[in-house]
């Protein structure tokens, strides 16, 4: 991670409900820098007043984070962005001075109970089926591109997962790097009408194609130009009725326009799309689209 050299401070953000838009102006700045990963960090935000059914997930972040980590939480509306960025600041000398730190939430335990499960006590079930070593087996099924049988994965994603709305967890099947099926466990988290903002819109786009540098001027207000930036989108990627695909929604969005998007269901607009393909079309909905497009799944 890199403590003892003079990095940027490197924070992972888990974003409650009203947090999107400050957290994302603040991460924005220098001398800091947004981890993509609870891995590549050593700075936990915890943003805002988060849900009791978020906490497992949230501890389970936290618990990914290298040792030495420290969780710093911002809940108060009144703390002004430049008050929470000194005691990132501050935080991040005490981590490379080796003054902080902080033990793991939850037991170390397998997802799943293996060991002495199955003929060989791997967890298995003979060939194919079963837990093996505490993850699920992937099983196969037909491609819905070509029919040809290939191994399908299942797995959920979120509520903190960067490149997902905040709160948002999906239940997803995988072929490959393909999403053959896809269903929402639990919405986004709501979000203030400045979480739809062009420049913060236009930034998620940007950072998903890699493009960090450009996101941050986005949201500085210095808009990145050029046929590039929108050429980075594949064409005709996520076209949605009455406004456009995701390509022309990135130019509405480094325009200063963020377009009315129709609320779409999530478990139709997915499947056949590669996996980055997908986030960068969810990315290019502004958060209150996605709020609609994913409701509260109605109780078993």
């Known amino acids: ?54 906490a497992e997930a949230l501890s389970r972040v936290h618990d990914q984070l290298p040792h030495p980590r420290v969780t710093l939480r911002w809940t108060i509306a009144e703390e002004t962005a430049d008050a929470v960025a000194e005691r990132i600041a501050a935080t991040w000398r005490d981590l490379r001075a080796g003054e902080a730190d902080e033990s793991d939430h939850l037991p170390d335990q397998p997802p799943n109970e293996w060991k002495g499960v199955g003929p060989h006590g791997q967890g298995g079930k ?74 913060l819109c236009a930034a998620r786009m940007l950072t998903l194609l890699g493009l960090d540098e450009p996101a941050r001027r986005s949201i500085r207000g210095r808009r990145p130009s050029g046929f590039w930036v929108r050429g980075a989108v594949p064409r005709d990627l996520g076209r949605i009725k009455d406004a456009g695909n995701a390509r022309d929604r990135l130019a509405a969005f480094l325009a200063g326009d963020s377009p009315a998007v129709a609320a779409t269901d999530l478990s139709e607009l997915l499947p056949g799309l590669e996996w980055s393909e997908a986030m960068l079309v969810l990315a290019s909905f502004p958060p209150s689209s996605i709020l609609r497009a994913a409701p509260i799944p109605e109780a078993a």
């Open 1 to 54: 991670m890199g403590l003892s050299s003079p990095d940027p401070a490197s924070v992972f953000a888990a974003i409650g409900p009203g947090w999107q838009a400050p957290v994302e102006r603040l991460l924005a700045r220098q001398g800091l820098r947004r981890a993509l990963t609870p891995r590549d960090a050593g700075i936990l935000l915890v943003a805002g007043d988060m849900p009791g059914t978020a």
């Open 126 to 199: 003979g060939m194919m089926g079963g837990t093996p070593y505490g993850r699920t087996m992937a099983m196969t099924g037909e491609d819905i591109r070509d029919g040809l049988q290939l191994d399908r994965y299942t797995a959920r994603i979120g509520p903190f997962a960067p490149m997902l709305p905040p709160g948002l967890v999906l239940e997803v099947t995988l072929q490959g790097d393909v999403i053959v099926a896809a269903s929402v466990q639990s919405p986004p988290f709501a979000q203030p009408a400045d979480a739809d903002a062009p420049e």
